[in-house]
């Protein structure tokens, strides 16, 4: 009977979902046929339903800065109002499916060109009036009338309409970020329904496609995600102004290695000027060199796509060239290369980002007090370290309260979290100051407090100590490997740490283990490796080989050191054979129950700021809405048995370690109650 009542409201919320969308397509419709021909004027924003609604009148005026585009896949649905149909016939089948799956924007400019905005004015006060003389003349019959929905001259010759679809298709069944995903193949079903049978029966299976989308689970799971990246923002107790994006103009970071580099690039391309330091010229050189490699990767990317594509850079080489030296030589003109702390005291924000050794942290940040303005704020960039240590090298209280933390992932110019970490004298206003920064530098801000690993490494060390765990216990770490991809994971827990670096791995695992040790599970897998020098990517083999930085399994040379490992171990057995989804569990679980314990330990401000951590900064999967969000869709009560099952068949009821490592922490259980 529960089933049955959950079916039945299911087929309920189905019904009102296509009720709604007959109506609003119903009003839509009126507008595009009525005799009184409607024309949109657009001067600002006109995403997903309020595009939908411009491309149902009889002609579109924007202005420079309008910009277009149709962003609901990023939610998990399609465009309901008719958007899978008119972009169509207004710019194209293969133009407005690329569009669309990619949520992409289109300047006005871009929009004129492809067909989508029939005119641009130029002095945004003349918009209505422009648009007023553009519906008089459609009325007159002076001016074309668009009705998008019966146009099918753009959808040109079916067949290869079809065929297009088929390719895109395709691809996304290849593409690991998109298939077998719900959204993006009934977009293409949509869109392919109007090309065989018409715009109107078009829109009548987008409807029903929509119906059925906007309450699945992935819909509710990129609906979380979006909504919790906008609370995230929102932080009880500290009120961020406007004002506060301009408080920092000038950074100065120390350290131009992987991260500091990164960092740099980060901050040269969002316009702002920037001071490195290094302790030698050896060092500052190659960070130059690796801010000047970024930088130009950056800057030619943006001058391919200005340039109109692959292409037309093809066609036109020397100018691809030439252009983006300009724009690189440009962006570079901010940065300023020393060994000194020369101008230090006329910057606004300066990020450590040496090695990761407490000693020198806390003589660096007694260098910064002496030589910096007493607005300046000193951040770090340490990935586990406890902040309050590392404060504790400046000797004024006052000083101590600018100190934040600021986590940025590796690639930090690409990754787009930011954990942002408040330390026990954190002042509100540096606070706010650095949540608002994050808006200019394109990062999604999350407010941590302090702990040994913040919040994204410490949710995730029981990641990779489970998978340790189960090679250990005989499991193929390729095949642990695989059924993490296969569950939505951008890669898997070993392919993670040849990227990072298995010496980088060791070292973090080392901080953890001091401060959570007894809940740790350690195996001599990595460290073995390691010894080898078997180091991941950068020395070309790890847990794999690399050639070329081309990953393959490389099971023949890692036989002994799983062999040495597993009898470090004792040679244990899990005494079943694990499936694709018991290997996720039993890894992710772990990550779910350590989650709860952090927001239980009052390290987040809210639940959903776990979520957004693990999206943004581990790449767990959004169609799945974050670590928590997770749980409890599958059920939390679910969950806690689960791990009470690895504790009791792993541990044997002997193994206190594996026993510890997989006990429910009590909020997860108490949240499983509710």
Known sequence: MQESGRRLSEEQ????????????????????????????????????????????CAARVGVPKSV??????????????????????????????????????????????????????????????VAIDLARKIADGQAPR?????????????????????????????????????HPTALLDAVEAGVQLGGERGLAREMEIMARLIHSPTAKSFVHVFLSTKAAAHIPGIRITPDMVKRVQRVGVLGGGTMGSGIVALYLLRGYDVVLKEINQKFLDAGVGRVRAIVTRAVGKKVQRQMGGKKQVASDKAAYKAAVETATRKVLERLTPQLD????????????????????KQRIFGELEA?????????????TIDIDLIAQGCKKQSSRQRVVGLHFFSPAHVMPLLEIIKTSTTLPDVLAVSVAMCKRIAKTGVLVNNCVG?????????YGQAASLLVDHGVDPYA????????????????????????????????????????????TFGKRLGEAKRLGQKTGAGYYKYVNRRRTNDPAEIEPFLRAARADAGNPSLGFEPSPVDLVEMVLFPVINESYRIVDEGHVFRESDVDIVSVTGYGFPAARGGACFYGREVGLDYVVRRLREFAARIGGGKNAKVQAFFQPCDRLVRESLK
Request: glycine share 8%.
């Open 13 to 56: 919320r189905t019904k009102q979902a296509m009720a709604f969308l007959k109506s609003c397509n119903a009003t839509l419709n009126r507008i595009e046929s009525g005799a009184k021909p409607v024309v949109a004027a657009v001067n600002g924003v006109a995403f997903g339903g309020g595009l939908e609604l411009a491309m149902a």
């Open 68 to 129: 277009y585009g149709l962003p609901e896949l990023r939610l998990g649905i399609i465009p309901g109002f008719g958007g899978t149909q008119r972009l169509a016939r207004l710019i194209g089948v293969g133009a407005a499916v690329q569009a669309t799956l990619k949520s992409s924007t289109l300047s006005a400019s871009k929009a004129a060109k492809a067909g989508l905005v029939d005119r641009v004015v130029d002095d945004p006060s003349q918009l209505l009036s």
């Open 146 to 182: 668009s009705r998008a929905l019966l146009d099918e001259s753009r959808i040109g010759d079916k067949q290869r309409a079809l065929q297009t679809i088929a390719g895109i298709r395709a691809a996304v069944s290849k593409n690991r970020k998109l298939r077998g995903l719900p």
């Open 341 to 360: 702390y020369a101008a230090f005291d006329r910057l606004d924000l300066v990020i450590e980002a040496v090695i990761e050794v407490v000693p020198l």
């Open 371 to 383: 030589v910096c303005s007493s607005r300046c704020i000193l951040a770090t960039n340490t990935s």
């Open 454 to 462: 913040f919040t994204a490494n410490r949710m995730f060390f029981p």
């Open 480 to 523: 642990i490997d695989s059924a993490l991809r296969q569950f939505g994971m951008p890669m898997g827990v070993f392919e993670m740490a040849d990227l990072s670096g298995i010496d980088v791995f060791a070292h973090v695992s080392r901080m953890i283990d001091e401060a959570y040790g007894d809940r740790c599970y350690h195996s």
